[in-house]
């Protein structure tokens, strides 16, 4: 495999997401991707979004993405100030970008004969092949219920402790949760517009760098 950085929740954290970059080494040839939730809550979506399409990196489509998007659908709908902020801020190639976001990306194995490594921002439903995986799964799943069931809610297990395979899973979105280390998942949202950090996977070696958040932007 091509030397991968996959990049945990941005949310706008633009400063971070240099600084993560630069304690990962971060040069030509290197492939950039990220989770999702590239934009909002954090102070420069619009920053982040320029130096992805700069860079050619790859992303697959979060939540926050997805609510961005459609409220930049619908121009004439109040919103709170912040969000509208965030549509104010963003140049139609910035909405190009997000909107060509697919809702998972294929890696391709790390090594001849290992599982492929697949990116995704909220979960998978374990025993249901990536191509068949429901939309609202892709950007919001967090746990699936005692009776088998996907919540998008904590509650029951984390999904990735019940994920088998085949596929390596990549994904973010559960702060709460924050790092998860399951045999085939990994779960990069470490919280960083929180307070928390930003952390990515660098593969294939399987190395895992952070850094500290600059601030608190938003709270719990």
Same mark, same amino acid.
């Given at each position: 495999?091509?030397?991968? @950085?996959?990049?945990?929740?941005?949310?706008?954290?633009?400063?971070?997401?240099?600084?993560?970059?630069?304690?990962?080494?971060?040069?030509?040839?290197?492939?950039?991707?990220?989770?999702?939730?590239?934009?909002?809550?954090?102070?420069?979506?619009?920053?982040?979004?320029?130096?992805?399409?700069?860079?050619?990196?790859?992303?697959?489509?979060?939540?926050?993405?997805?609510?961005?998007?459609?409220?930049?659908?619908?121009?004439?709908?109040?919103?709170?100030?912040?969000?509208? @902020?965030?549509?104010?801020?963003?140049?139609?190639?910035?909405?190009?970008?997000?909107?060509?976001?697919?809702?998972?990306?294929?890696?391709?194995?790390?090594?001849?004969?290992?599982?492929?490594?697949?990116?995704?921002?909220?979960?998978?439903?374990?025993?249901?092949?990536?191509?068949?995986?429901?939309?609202?799964?892709?950007?919001?799943?967090?746990?699936?219920?005692?009776?088998?069931?996907?919540?998008?809610?904590?509650?029951?297990?984390?999904?990735?402790?019940?994920?088998?395979?085949?596929?390596? @899973?990549?994904?973010?979105?559960?702060?709460?949760?924050?790092?998860?280390?399951?045999?085939?998942?990994?779960?990069?949202?470490?919280?960083?517009?929180?307070?928390?950090?930003?952390?990515?996977?660098?593969?294939?070696?399987?190395?895992?760098?952070?850094?500290?958040?600059?601030?608190?932007?938003?709270?719990?």
């Amino acid at each position: 495999m091509q030397r991968t @950085i996959v990049v945990g929740d941005v949310h706008g954290c633009a400063d971070e997401l240099q600084d993560l970059l630069r304690a990962c080494g971060y040069g030509k040839g290197d492939r950039l991707v990220l989770v999702g939730d590239l934009v909002a809550k954090g102070p420069d979506s619009q920053g982040v979004l320029q130096f992805l399409r700069e860079e050619g990196a790859l992303a697959v489509l979060g939540n926050h993405d997805n609510h961005a998007l459609k409220a930049h659908g619908h121009p004439n709908k109040e919103l709170k100030a912040e969000r509208q @902020i965030l549509l104010d801020t963003l140049e139609k190639a910035d909405w190009d970008y997000l909107d060509a976001l697919p809702l998972f990306l294929r890696l391709g194995p790390e090594k001849t004969g290992d599982a492929d490594t697949v990116v995704v921002h909220g979960g998978v439903v374990p025993g249901v092949p990536i191509e068949k995986q429901e939309r609202e799964h892709f950007l919001t799943l967090r746990s699936i219920r005692e009776d088998g069931t996907p919540s998008k809610k904590i509650e029951g297990r984390p999904w990735a402790a019940v994920w088998k395979g085949p596929e390596r @899973i990549v994904f973010g979105h559960d702060a709460v949760r924050g790092l998860q280390q399951e045999p085939m998942a990994t779960g990069l949202d470490t919280g960083c517009v929180y307070g928390g950090k930003l952390t990515a996977l660098l593969l294939p070696e399987r190395k895992l760098v952070s850094v500290s958040a600059r601030k608190s932007y938003v709270a719990w």
